[in-house]
Antibody, heavy 119, light 110 residues
C-alpha cells in the first residue's frame, strides 16, 4: 500500500524557517517524481515544488529563492526547506508522488501537515 | 501564472449528470494531454479521479469521465450520487515545467 506521511509542520514566526519531511513507503521511491502542494484554509490547491528522479527541481515564482525541495532516496524521504516564511505561506502542505515522465501527473497524496506562520 | 478557471459551484439531483469545466491556455491545458482531476472530501486529502485527460485509475468508478477540447478540459459525473458531494480540482502541466491547479468547484447533490 502506498503511504506518504508528512511531518515537521507547526507554528513559526514571520521570517522564520521550517523543514518539512515526507516518509514514503509501499512503492519504489526513486523512480517517481515527488511534489509538495499546499492548501490554505478554505482555499484551493497550490503547487509548491517538484523534484524529478534525476534530482532536477521545479518551483513557481511565488516560492523561488525561499523554498528548496530535496530528496534522499536511501531513506525514501522527501523534504521541503522553507525560509523567510510569510503569513501567506500558512497552509496544509501535502506530499505527493507522480510517475516519472507523466507530466507531473500526481496519483497519490499524503494526509498533509499544517504550517502556521504568525507572530 | 494564474490558476485554471473552474466554476465555483455546480449542483445536480441524484441520477443526473453534471459537467465541470477547466479553462486554461495553449501553454497548459491546450498544449499538453496532462490534465488531471481530483476529488476532495471535507478534511481529507485529494484523490485522483482522472489522469492524462481521460484515463481512470483502477478503482475509480466509470461514472467519472474526462475530455478536452482546445484550452478547456471537462469532468463529467454521470448517475450522480449523494456521496459524490465534494470539491473537485483540475490540474495541468505547463510549458514552463510547472503545475497549475484550478480554483476548485464545489459539487452539491440536491
Amino acid at each position: 500500500e502506498v503511504q506518504l506521511v508528512e511531518s515537521g509542520g507547526g507554528l513559526v514566526q514571520p521570517g522564520g524557517s521550517l523543514r518539512l519531511s515526507c516518509a514514503a513507503s509501499g512503492f519504489t521511491f526513486n523512480i517517481y517524481d515527488m511534489h509538495w502542494v499546499r492548501q490554505a484554509a478554505g482555499k484551493g490547491l497550490e503547487w509548491v515544488s517538484g523534484i524529478g528522479t534525476a534530482f532536477e527541481t521545479y518551483s513557481p515564482d511565488s516560492v523561488k529563492g525561499r523554498f528548496t525541495i530535496s530528496r534522499e532516496n536511501a531513506k525514501n524521504s522527501l523534504y521541503l526547506q522553507m525560509n523567510n516564511l510569510r503569513v501567506g505561506d500558512t497552509a496544509v502542505y501535502y506530499c505527493a508522488r507522480a510517475p516519472a515522465g507523466s507530466g507531473f501527473s500526481i496519483d497519490y497524496w499524503g494526509q498533509g501537515t499544517l504550517v502556521t506562520v504568525s507572530s | 501564472q494564474s490558476a485554471l478557471i473552474q466554476p465555483a459551484s455546480v449542483s445536480g439531483s441524484p441520477g443526473q449528470s453534471i459537467t465541470i469545466s477547466c479553462t486554461g491556455t495553449s501553454s497548459d491545458v491546450g498544449g499538453f494531454n496532462y490534465v488531471s482531476w481530483f476529488q476532495q472530501l471535507p478534511g481529507k486529502a485529494p484523490k485522483l479521479l482522472i489522469y492524462e485527460v481521460n484515463n481512470r485509475p483502477s478503482g475509480v468508478s466509470s461514472r467519472f469521465s474526462g475530455s478536452k477540447s482546445g484550452n478547456t478540459a471537462s469532468l463529467t459525473i454521470s448517475g450522480l450520487q449523494a456521496d459524490d458531494e465534494a470539491d473537485f480540482y483540475c490540474s495541468s502541466y505547463t510549458r514552463t515545467s510547472t503545475v497549475l491547479f484550478g480554483g476548485g468547484t464545489k459539487l452539491t447533490v440536491l
